[in-house]
């Protein structure tokens, strides 16, 4: 949906070019800093690197911006650009962030999930197909608003169903301590990070790899 309406693409334009294209270098490097390596061979290049654009655009805070996101900042360089429809638009897909869901059922087209970051029941416009979901897998994606609709991000991942319990062991716990934004999104990167040192070493069990979760 973020493509369709193009939005994103002009976020992502903004968040590239002129004083922010140093940015997105030093920002590139956190990001796989905070998930793991990548490599051009990977079979998950085009999905991390996709990742990576949405976490960089939503969720960077700029320092050198009153720590503002490329996002927040792109909407206010084009406010004069944009009537007030599109700019509320824009202004809900900004509002988007990543969490990891408990997969329920697909029907209709819709995606019924539990989030486990806040344990709160939505239901997402999802236009593919997704091939082998099973009830409890668990996804990392981001839910986006846009009209009164919610829509699933154009990039998300299904966790390793091994590490299924600690995943939600380690969810539980972030629901107690009532984590914010930054701590959410820090747990969102550690599960991603865990789950790519999976994919890299298939011959290591996933529960022993995602035991560092709980350490």
Not at 107 to 118: A, C, F, N, P
Request: negative net charge; glycine residues 4%; charged residues 35%.
């Amino acid at each position: 949906i973020l493509m369709i309406h193009g939005h994103y693409d002009t976020m992502v334009q903004f968040a590239s070019e002129g004083a922010l294209a140093e940015e997105l270098s030093r920002a590139k490097a956190e990001y796989f800093e905070r998930t793991g390596e990548l490599f051009d061979t990977d079979e998950q290049f085009e999905r991390r690197m996709a990742s990576f654009l949405e976490w960089y655009v939503f969720d960077r805070s700029l320092a050198d911006h009153n720590g503002l996101t490329p996002a927040r900042l792109c909407i206010d360089a084009h406010r004069e650009r944009f009537d007030s429809v599109e700019l509320a638009r824009m202004e809900e897909i900004a509002s988007s962030s990543p969490s990891l869901f408990e997969f329920r059922k697909l029907k209709k087209q819709r995606l019924h999930v539990i989030d486990l970051l806040t344990y709160t029941r939505h239901s997402g416009f999802e236009r593919r197909e997704p091939a082998g979901l099973d009830t409890g897998d668990i996804l990392e994606s981001r839910l986006v608003p846009y009209d009164g609709e919610l829509y699933f991000s154009e990039v998300w991942a299904v966790h390793p169903r091994e590490a299924r319990r600690t995943i939600l062991r380690v969810a539980k716990a972030f629901r107690k301590s009532k984590g914010d934004g930054e701590a959410r999104i820090d747990l969102v990167h550690r599960v991603a990070r865990l789950a790519n040192r999976c994919e890299r070493y298939k011959h290591v069990d996933p529960k022993q790899i995602f035991e560092e979760l709980v350490a």
